[in-house]
């Protein structure tokens, strides 16, 4: 799941020499935000917020003088996983997509909640189970035969963390045609490590 499967390529961009003015009603015609600026060239030089709009008093000014550097952004061969705690952790909306030292996209918040939810299986036809694993143990594998006898196909599979000594695994299914059978020779086969 990298950005580049996700990422929205057309991004409207604006260039430096635009002005305050301009950019004030592109921002309003469209109801952006923010609006990344960028050389000719495709070189990302800055952003500019509504919030730094309202800072501005000359309409005439070249919006470069109002707008901020950015600080972060990601490349196409990165992961969503990246983008998203690049997000999480500054509090942002949308990343810009570099590559080359070129603007070649943005990825919102959305893009990456979708590409992280389509690689967990979300919103497939699946059955979520959850099983408690010793830390350090076989116990996964002992999982995973139960499934593989059973002829049950695994859409995706995600651990939940560990407390205690334990880990709790949720792991999303295809192919069960008895749940409360497949839970009972999970735990069953789990008792026995």
């Known amino acids: 799941m990298n950005v580049e499967r996700h990422m929205q390529r057309d991004a409207v961009t604006a260039l430096p020499s635009a002005t305050v003015g ?10 952006f935000g923010l609006l990344l600026i960028s050389s000719e ?17 000359d309409d005439a000014a070249a919006i470069k003088t109002v707008s901020h550097p ?44 979708r590409g992280l939810a389509a690689g967990l299986g979300i919103g497939r036809t699946a ?7 010793r830390d350090g143990s076989d116990d996964l594998y002992r999982a995973f035969d139960v499934l593989r006898e059973r002829g049950v196909h695994i859409v995706s599979l995600t651990d939940h963390g560990a407390s205690d000594g334990r880990r709790r695994v949720i792991l999303r299914l295809q192919g069960i045609p008895d749940r409360e059978a497949l839970r009972i020779a999970l735990e069953e086969r789990l008792r026995e490590g």
């Not at 004030?24 to 015609?29: A, F, I, L, Q, S």
């Not at 990302?44 to 509504?50: A, D, I, P, Y």
């Not at 990601?74 to 070129?102: F, Q």
Request: hydrophobic share 50%; aromatic share 2%.
């Open 70 to 113: 950015v600080r972060f952004a990601v490349s196409p061969a990165d992961t969503l996983e990246k983008a998203a705690l690049i997000m999480l952790d500054n509090r942002l909306v949308l990343l810009p997509v570099v590559a080359a030292d070129r603007l070649v996209g943005v990825i919102t918040q959305s893009e990456v909640l």
């Open 22 to 31: 301009t950019i004030r009603r592109v921002m309003d015609e469209h109801g």
């Open 41 to 57: 060239e495709g070189r990302l030089e800055g952003f500019v917020t509504r919030a730094s709009l309202r800072s501005a008093a």
């Open 127 to 133: 059955t979520r189970m959850e099983i408690t694993l």
